[in-house]
């Protein structure tokens, strides 16, 4: 691919990923909001108590095939055969393997509930281990835009159904139903988008050709789910369902945030990165971060600014708790782009190795944070788990730096102008905003003057990426009119 036909697919990938992101996480947004209203506390602390499980299930029946397809570069129908019928039976595998186990999960958390919810909720994984193979077709293709029809499609469809079923009375069932009927939905999709059809010419040659790159990012995977997740966890265990019932909700929506951003760049970083020529290789990774960071640092900065008026306003003020470590969390979502833009580097370079090896550092360093911190509470791990998850940017940067060759320079000069710009416009837009009374006022107010003087900043700085971004909309608008 030429690196003008590079440049015009990605930027039709970040259009309609950022369009599809945007759109699900505002459905996300009004369905989580009525469900947050319908349904208690405790139980969305009982579907944070799985979350784990369900995780990591996905994470070994996807098994890293996708990114290992994606990085090969002639694939032919057998490869996603093989790919197919494995996923599907490690699917099967897993999901018999958990259903046994969740006896046990129970009595782990003294839950009793969680055995019937537990053995609905993982039929998601097999539905997923279906769409393995169509969805690595759609992301090596780069059919963004497919992939958005299928998941809003799906989110859509999901949503609903768990309102009728939160209103009909069946509490935490409804956010169970709605992770499966997702899961179902966006499988059909991506089976009426791609092409593939499997057939029973089953070989496993080409999985043990992708063996090699696939088992260290499954384990890279798993590791990072534990670090995602492991909160739920220990909290679930030696903490009450209400206090996991808060940290999920605020999780829940910080990860919407972070994922409205991440996702819309991720579906097009690690095909680029892997199609770009060695001697544009630092050039394009400095413009996708910088894009990256002009959208990521502003957002999620001023849904930590907003954090407690968002909570009041939308899902009642019975879920107060949740704003203060939603702030904190934010924190780490501003970062958690450029984390992504790193892994996906490591990828693109066949460099799972590494990337295990760097996933599994932050791991053993966040459990060690959190076992040394637990009793100290849950705002006190929430706040060393953002910091140990920034500082381990610059274990990713330094291998990195072997693959492209960006230097600290490179990755200061292309942070520190939109994270100085960020944080002024919101630190001025709290002072301003805080003699404020009326909650819907003042948080129209934080929101309007944070985003206003990021802008402005922006252009007496005469940023390069914001007028790009600019004549890229203005484009877009007048083909629109045409």
């Known amino acids: 691919m030429s690196e003008e036909n590079l440049k015009t697919t990605a930027a039709k990938g970040l259009f309609w990923g950022g369009v599809s992101n945007v759109t699900q996480q505002m459905l996300n947004l009004c369905f989580g909001i009525f469900l947050a209203r319908i349904l208690s506390v405790s139980d969305y602390g009982l579907i944070g108590m799985l979350t784990i499980f369900s995780a990591l299930a996905n994470a070994v029946q996807e098994g890293g095939f996708r990114s290992a397809l994606t990085n090969k570069k002639n694939v032919k129908n057998e490869d996603y055969n093989s790919v197919f019928w494995t996923s599907f039976l490690l699917g099967i595998i897993l999901y018999v393997i958990l259903f046994f186990s969740l006896p046990k999960i129970a009595e782990f958390f003294r839950t009793q509930e969680l055995i019937p919810l537990g053995r609905f909720m993982f039929l998601s994984f097999v539905f997923s281990s279906l769409g393995t ?8 293709n780069l059919m963004v835009k497919e992939m958005s029809k299928a998941t809003l499609t799906a989110s859509l469809i999901s949503g609903i159904t768990a309102l009728i079923i939160a209103f009909s009375g069946y509490a935490y069932w409804a956010i169970a139903t709605m992770n499966v009927v997702y899961v179902f939905v966006t499988t059909v999709m991506f089976w009426i988008y791609s092409p593939l059809r499997p057939n029973f010419k089953i070989s496993f040659k080409p999985i043990k050709e992708m063996l090699p790159f696939s088992s260290k990012l499954l384990i890279t995977i798993i590791f990072q789910i534990l670090n995602d997740n492991f909160f739920s966890v220990l909290l679930g265990r030696f903490f009450s369902k209400i206090e996991v019932g808060f940290y999920t909700q605020a999780y829940k929506w910080t990860n919407t945030g972070t994922q409205t951003i991440s996702l819309a760049i991720e579906n097009v970083m690690q095909p680029v990165l892997s199609k770009t020529e060695k001697n544009s290789l630092l050039k394009v990774f400095n413009k996708l971060m910088q894009t990256t960071v002009f959208v990521s640092f502003p957002s999620m900065l001023i849904l930590a600014l907003i954090a407690p008026e968002f909570i009041e306003i939308t899902i009642s003020n019975k879920w107060a708790e949740s704003a203060t470590i939603m702030k904190i969390l934010c924190v780490w979502g501003a970062f958690y782009p450029v984390g992504k833009l790193y892994q ?3 990828l693109s370079g066949s460099k799972s190795g590494t990337l295990m090896f760097c996933v599994i550092t932050n791991c053993l360093l966040q459990i060690s944070t959190v076992v040394f911190t637990f009793k100290y509470g849950i705002l006190m791990m929430a706040t060393f788990y953002v910091v140990v998850n920034i500082l381990c940017i610059f274990l990713l940067h330094y291998f990195v730096r072997r693959i492209n060759g960006v230097s600290l320079k490179n990755l200061f000069f292309n942070i520190l102008p939109f994270l100085s710009a960020a944080v002024l416009a919101v630190l001025t837009a709290g002072i301003l905003s805080y003699p404020i009374s009326n909650i819907y006022f003042r948080a129209i107010t934080k929101i309007l003057i944070s985003g206003g003087l990021y802008l402005l900043i922006l252009k007496l700085a005469k ?16 083909k629109k009119k045409k």
């Open 463 to 478: 940023s390069e990426t914001l007028s790009q971004s600019l004549d890229f909309l203005k484009d877009f608008l007048q």
């Open 133 to 140: 193979a169509h969805n690595a077709y759609l992301f090596k």
């Open 344 to 346: 996906k580097q490591l």
